[in-house]
């Protein structure tokens, strides 16, 4: 008689241990007239903010030639200047910023969704555009850098946002930026657009 109440408060307390263990997520949007302008160059053509973020952790947004880059975290100032990571074709990114949460509640990595412009079809009525959710890195003051861990069909995967968040589960912790490089998971289209990265002493 006393087995299955052990049993079962066995099975809770485990099922209790794997809930506390489970990475969650919260969600920011980035406000860019709420952003403080760090440089601008011809009229806007090319601009860095910083930006607010999750609690005191900040948002660095670029935009140059119609390509955005976003970092995440205290970056370090050669990073700050010289990182831009961002698509070949035009592109602009969402506003929702989702933080993907570690068992102590700090910020293992971040998703974001990129609109990309189809080079084939830009200025048509009927354009077309490429969504890829973007994994990147949080920065740290031991680790001041931020970048790019994987890349998310959205538009070809329709488990996209649980690739994504494996991907900043699994592998943002251990990424080391300007040394591993980010990978593709899941199917790929022909709307994804090609990465293209400029990080302190690396060039591709």
């Known amino acids: 008689m006393r087995?299955?109440?052990?049993?079962?408060?066995?099975?809770?307390?485990?099922?209790?241990?794997?809930?506390?263990?489970?990475n969650e997520s919260v969600y920011t949007?980035?406000?860019?007239?709420?952003?403080?302008?760090?440089?601008?160059?011809?009229?806007?053509?090319?601009?860095?903010?910083?930006?607010?973020?999750?609690?005191?952790l900040p948002v660095y947004f670029k935009e140059g030639d119609l390509r955005q880059s976003i970092a995440y975290g205290p970056v370090s100032k050669a990073y700050?200047?010289?990182?831009?990571e961002t698509?070949?074709?035009?592109?602009?990114?969402?506003?929702?910023?989702?933080?993907r949460l570690g068992a102590d509640g700090a910020?293992?990595?971040t998703i974001v969704r990129w609109f990309i412009a189809d080079p084939e079809t830009t200025g048509e009525a009927n354009s077309r555009t490429g969504q890829v959710l973007?994994?990147?890195?949080?920065?740290?003051?031991?680790?001041?850098?931020?970048?790019?861990?994987?890349y998310v069909d959205a538009l070809e995967n329709k488990d996209a946002n649980t690739r994504a968040r494996m991907v900043a589960d699994e592998e943002a912790a251990g990424f080391v930026c300007g040394t591993s490089g980010p990978q593709w998971?899941?199917?790929?289209?022909?709307?994804?657009?090609?990465?293209?990265r400029t990080l302190p002493d690396m060039v591709e």
Request: hydrophobic share 40%; proline share 5%; with cysteine.
């Open 3 to 22: 087995l299955i109440p052990l049993l079962l408060s066995t099975a809770l307390a485990a099922s209790t241990a794997v809930a506390a263990q489970a």
């Open 29 to 56: 949007e980035r406000d860019l007239d709420a952003c403080k302008t760090l440089s601008q160059v011809e009229e806007g053509a090319s601009v860095s903010l910083r930006c607010a973020g999750y609690k005191d």
């Open 80 to 84: 700050l200047d010289e990182a831009f």
């Open 87 to 99: 698509f070949g074709p035009f592109n602009h990114t969402g506003a929702k910023i989702e933080w």
């Open 107 to 109: 910020p293992l990595g």
């Open 134 to 150: 973007v994994v990147s890195t949080v920065a740290t003051k031991a680790n001041p850098v931020s970048c790019v861990v994987g």
């Open 185 to 196: 998971h899941g199917k790929r289209g022909k709307l994804a657009g090609e990465p293209s």
